[in-house]
């Protein structure tokens, strides 16, 4: 009886937590919406507000037991998130864009990577041996990409099937998919470092193997369950048995990543979306996957990180916020020089290298995603969240307004504004998830 009240009394505590992360959610997810910003900032302005109740002392709603139901839902948040990543990928669009997309991708993922992880150097330990896999892992949450805004701001101007449209959102696809492999194969190598074994050139080369097991797994198995997912659609087309059994592969891909492979279950859950992504019913599972994330899991992941954000401040130390800043002018940095020099390498001009160079540089949902795996790995401090948060408003906001700068000559107003009314007004409309 004791046991059942305990219990009871754990879950009566998060319940109000959740209500005020919900209602307020919406309600500024649909205030960034109204301005042109991602329902993403929203949610994370949820939690930072949010945040400020803990700073009241004693404070009784978000104690222990609520923050511990909170970081649980917020792990399912995650892995749907990414499965919806995986299932929306269009792979036919790289092949069509063909190399420009790979080399965009490559310098977009490595200029970043090496930027982010030269001011690492800046932190106690600076390039030590034992500081390699911190420094790399700042590195690798500065290759994610994030183009809702971008695809919603060529859109707007007309652009978004242009040459340049095409290889932002093909690079973007890519960006994804090889900064997955990239913080995979770091969170194993760190594991393999911090084991008490003495043998660690062999554990290494089992984390490879491990990583390219894994790889192997989700392949074949992924191209029995397209098989497969063919015939449900065939006979069940549209019909709500095939996003539950969707979800159900993304947590199984999940669970066999970490526990049987040793790396990100993230990885398992973007990878499970890729194999079911191209299908009769892909768009259908995708949708329904967003609109049941979206109602709790997603509002209170975002929520979340802005919760924790806040409340890392007071752990900061000068040669923190000295790296923080850096940090940030890495990120926009290294995507929008990376980017840039991609495109002007395959042949564009230099006005539309730099239109790729502003549009890759977005981040949002996979970033924050990235550094909360490897806070949670112990990699990195938490102390990077506030930073991240910066980066992410900060190019949010100045995206949309170069880009549009941009174009300033070559987009007619009237014209400009048929495309809004008659092309981004009913996606605003109908599309309330805060993944695109």
Known sequence: ?????????????????????????????????????????????????????????????????AMAGINFIAEIGVILIMFSAGIETDLKQIKATGIAAIVITILGVVVPMLLGFLVAGILPGGFGSDCILRNL??????????VSVTVA?????GKLNSKIG????????????????????VVSLNQALTSASNHVAIDILIVFGKTLGFFVFAIGLGILLRILFKKLSKKYGHHRRLPIFGIAIAFFFSYAAEEWFGIADITGAFFAGLMLSGG???????RRTDIASYILFTPVFFAKVGLTSLSSFNEIDSTFILFGFL???????????????????????????????LGMMCRAEVCLICANKG????????????????LILITSFVTP????????????????????????????????????
């Open 327 to 357: 940090f940030i002018l890495a990120g926009i940095a290294g995507k929008l020089l990376g980017c840039a020099v991609g495109a002007k390498a395959t042949k564009n001009t230099w006005k539309d290298s730099y239109r790729c160079g």
């Open 166 to 185: 095409t290889a932002i959102v093909s690079a973007a696809i890519l960006d994804d998919i090889l900064g997955v492999i990239v913080l995979s194969i």
């Open 401 to 436: 307004v170069l880009l549009k700068r941009s174009y300033k000559n070559e987009v007619p107003q009237e014209i400009s504004h048929d495309i809004v009314t008659l092309e981004a007004a009913p996606e605003i409309e109908n599309n309330e998830a805060p993944l695109s």
């Open 1 to 65: 009886m004791f046991l059942e009240a305990s219990q009871s009394i754990e879950a009566f505590q998060v319940l109000l937590p959740l209500a005020l992360i919900l209602v307020l959610s919406k309600l500024l997810s649909i205030g960034c919406r109204k301005i042109g910003l991602p329902q993403v900032v929203g949610m994370l302005l949820t939690g930072i507000l949010l945040g400020l109740i803990t700073l009241i002392p004693n404070e009784p709603i978000f104690n222990s037991n």
């Open 137 to 146: 892992f700042y590195g690798v949450i500065l290759t994610a990409t994030s």
């Open 280 to 286: 009769k019913d892909a768009d259908y599972i995708e």
């Open 153 to 157: 701001t060529l859109k707007e101007l």
């Open 375 to 390: 806070i949670s790995a112990g990699i990195i401090s938490a102390s990077i969240q506030p930073f991240i948060l910066c």
